[in-house]
């Protein structure tokens, strides 16, 4: 039986038109291409993008230059410097050099934060030609969305 049966299928060559039924249900079906440019899928919550510092209410940066994210960091990317500003508390970073070539978005430097001023961001157009664009000083870690596109291209994007 099982003979006649294989006879049947190669003459009748139902796996070609198995295959064939598979592509003409997709083909028919809903379309699920996003046309990335000019469309953008909003990307998950654990998604880690880029390094950003934050800052609180007030607009205070929440880093104190503790060290800790230079400290932990496997691939030595930070290089931080910090003073205590006359009257305050607290310190504050006068230098925060991010690396970004060397970082392997590892996320233990965003663990380690006592004070949660370093995340993550949903950030993740991180191409860049000029290898001197991955490389993020100060001023630069508090880029967000538009500045921080012109940071890595050079030029304004959708």
């Not at 880029?50 to 929440?62: C, N, Q």
């Not at 370093?118 to 870690?141: G, T, Y």
Request: aromatic fraction near 14%; proline fraction near 6%; hydrophobic fraction near 35%.
């Amino acid at each position: 039986m099982s003979r006649i049966r294989q006879f049947l299928r190669k003459i009748f060559l139902w796996d070609m038109l198995q295959g064939l039924w598979v592509t003409l249900r997709y083909y028919f079906s809903a379309k699920v291409t996003v046309e990335y440019p000019e469309e953008v899928q909003p990307v998950p919550a654990r998604f880690k993008g880029l390094l950003r510092l934050y800052r609180d209410e007030r607009g205070d940066p929440l880093c104190i230059a503790c060290k800790l994210c230079q400290n932990i960091c496997p691939t030595d990317c930070f290089d931080i410097e910090g003073e205590r500003p006359a009257g305050s508390r607290r310190m504050r970073p006068t230098r925060y050099d991010w690396k970004l070539g060397s970082c392997t978005f590892c996320g233990l430097c965003v663990e380690i934060c006592p004070t949660d001023a370093i995340r993550f961001s949903p950030e993740f157009r991180m191409s860049s030609v000029d290898k001197d664009r991955l490389f993020f000083r100060l001023p630069e870690m508090y880029f967000q969305g538009e500045e921080l596109q012109e940071k890595f291209c050079g030029c304004h994007r959708l």
